[in-house]
């Protein structure tokens, strides 16, 4: 017969092989962990009092049980199984919470906390949830460009170490591509490493490209689930340059088409709207029906006035495509008539005309040495002053530096002429004769004197101004004298002559001698009635005080008398 004890052994390791649980009430319970984090899983059991030791173990995928932790309730060790793949990672607590250290996504499996009584088995199972977050996106594979109309593969979008596989999702300027047969195809496939478990997803986008994909950013996503649910990361932007056919074509001039002139280059750039731009066109030039092959540019170098037109360029394989433009190559002629140096006599006419022919109006302006004149000159009957050097300048305000200007040197020639004239010294003393002369080139004076007398101050002459000046002498002449002043110039030699009288002189002389003496005579007479008058004067007022005196002594005496007569009365 067995004994109690036997038997209880035996009926426990049934218990534990059989895996016969009792499961009081307690549903399905799942920890979630992130990779390379600790899975910590509670056992969810009350610790019943006649508990003799607690168990934990794995189900493998046939369902047969792997025990991996052991802790005596009396004893308080803990032994753990020898299972090679959780060497050193278990770790079992007094109230039987199994951790295990840098989860793997191998350690998603079924595990069950086991509390073992006498009579009993209790059993609580908790699932297991590990979760790798991948790797941020990228775009790899990148075209180097895309073709309009044309279905080509974009890139690749790649995402790894993801656990479990996440899913990917392509964008266009923030919106969602979806497939779209013919423009938007999206090829999605993933890998596990064997080792790792973890999970490589890529995902190839071929897209048929427009113009409004210019400058348009791509971009990708990843959506995975982690512990907390749901998660999405971005790739960053990708922007693609866009390939298109030209057009439309256009064609520039160099410098701005409206201040070329003549002797300017020219230079003629076409171009495509094309990505990349034409590298080569046909430039058609005025009359000639056939194009010229170039880069995008072509130079017309010193231009005339002929080179005005239309100018044209175009594809060389679509030549419809055509651009043109007009030029207008300025021009500017000046004809001034006559010019250079110019020689005519005084009160000779002259004409004088300034022509001009210009590709626009143009602004005319004259100037005499230097000074703007109002108006254009005009000669009918030449003087000395009209002289001088004489410009025209015209111009082109719209085209700059086109300018044009022409010279006349005008010299006014005349033969000397003479006149002379005769100014009396206030003293009449001397005379002042001038000789006033007019002439071009200028003519040198010369004075000859016939008669005697002296000069005061020898000859002095005036500036030379507008072919005329003059030379004056200064004379006392001591009897009727000749002055004959000779002007002389390259064309004739002039003499004209002046009499001046001495009587003059001496009849001023006598009138002022005579004024002289009839002043003294005045000024003795003056001073003779004057000595009267005073001793007149004088005369009187001895003969006044001696009256005085007689009177004063008069009444000294009647004085004395009065007073003796009071005398005697008293």
Excluded at 37 to 57: A, E, H, S, Y
Excluded at 405 to 428: C, Y
Excluded at 470 to 494: G, W
Excluded at 550 to 567: A, C, F, S
Aim: glycine share 6%; charged share 25%.
């Amino acid at each position: 017969m067995e004994s109690k004890g036997a038997s209880s052994c035996r009926l426990l390791f049934c218990l534990l092989i059989s895996a016969t649980v009792f499961r009081p009430g307690l549903g399905w319970y799942t920890v979630n962990s992130a990779y390379g984090d600790t899975i910590i899983m509670p056992c969810r059991l009350d610790v019943p009092q006649n508990l003799m030791f607690g168990k934990w173990k794995y189900e493998k995928p046939d369902g047969s049980p792997v025990f991996i932790a052991f802790r005596s309730s009396t004893k308080k060790s803990v032994q753990y199984d020898d299972v090679p793949e959780y060497k050193d990672r278990l770790s079992l607590s007094e109230n039987y919470t199994l951790s295990i250290s840098n989860a793997r996504i191998s350690d998603e499996k079924r595990f069950v906390c086991m509390l073992v009584t006498e009579d009993n088995v209790f059993e609580a199972p908790t699932i297991v949830k590990v979760f790798k977050q991948p790797s941020k996106p990228e775009i790899v594979s990148k075209a180097l460009f895309l073709e309009t109309e044309q279905l080509k593969k974009l890139g690749d979008c790649i995402s790894e170490d993801s656990y479990p596989d996440g899913n990917i999702t392509w964008y266009r300027n923030g919106k969602v591509l979806h497939p779209l047969e013919g423009a938007v195809v999206i090829i999605f496939k993933k890998e596990m490493d064997p080792v790792t478990q973890l999970y490589t997803m890529t995902s190839t986008l071929e897209y048929k490209t427009t113009k409004a994909d210019i400058q348009m950013p791509f971009t990708c996503s990843v959506t995975y689930y982690g512990p907390s649910g749901q998660k999405t990361i971005h790739s960053e932007q990708a922007v693609f340059d866009i390939y298109y056919p030209t057009e439309q074509v256009t064609i520039q001039v160099l410098p701005p088409k409206n201040a070329i002139k003549e002797g300017d280059n020219i230079t003629l750039k076409c171009l495509g709207n094309g990505n990349p731009p034409p590298e080569e066109f046909l430039f058609y030039l005025p009359g000639q029906p056939e194009g010229i092959r170039s880069s995008n540019t072509y130079t017309l170098t010193d231009v005339r006035r002929n080179a005005t037109g239309d100018y044209k360029c175009s594809l060389i394989d679509k030549k419809s495509m055509i651009a043109s433009t007009a030029i207008t190559v300025h021009y500017l002629d000046l004809s001034l008539n006559p010019s250079g140096e110019v020689t005519r006599q005084i009160g000779d006419a002259l004409p004088v005309s300034c022509t001009i022919s210009a590709s626009r109006n143009a602004t005319v302006v004259w100037m005499k040495d230097n000074i703007r004149l109002r108006s254009s000159p005009s000669f009918s009957s030449l003087h000395y002053q009209d002289a001088g050097n004489y410009v025209c300048e015209t111009a082109l305000q719209e085209v700059e530096g086109l300018k044009k200007r022409e010279s006349l040197t005008l010299i006014v020639e005349g033969k000397p002429q003479i006149k002379m004239t005769k100014k009396t010294d206030p003293s009449g003393l001397s005379k002042t004769i001038i000789c006033h002369v007019e002439g071009f080139p200028k003519p040198a004076i010369q004075w000859t004197i016939t008669g005697s007398g002296s000069v005061i101050n020898q000859t002095e002459e005036s500036p030379y101004i507008n072919g005329r000046y003059y030379s004056k002498i200064i004379i006392s002449p001591e009897e009727n004298v000749t002055l004959t002043c000779t002007a002389e110039n390259q064309l004739e030699r002039t003499v004209n002559s002046l009499n001046v009288s001495a009587n003059e002189n001496r009849e001023k002389v006598n009138d002022q001698a005579k004024l002289i003496v009839g002043i003294v005579v005045g000024l003795l007479l003056a001073a003779l009635v004057a000595g009267v008058v005073y001793w007149l004067y004088m005369k009187k007022s001895k003969t006044a005080s001696k009256h005085v005196n007689k009177d004063l002594g008069n009444m000294e005496e009647n004085k004395k008398l009065e007073e003796n007569n009071h005398k005697t009365e008293a």
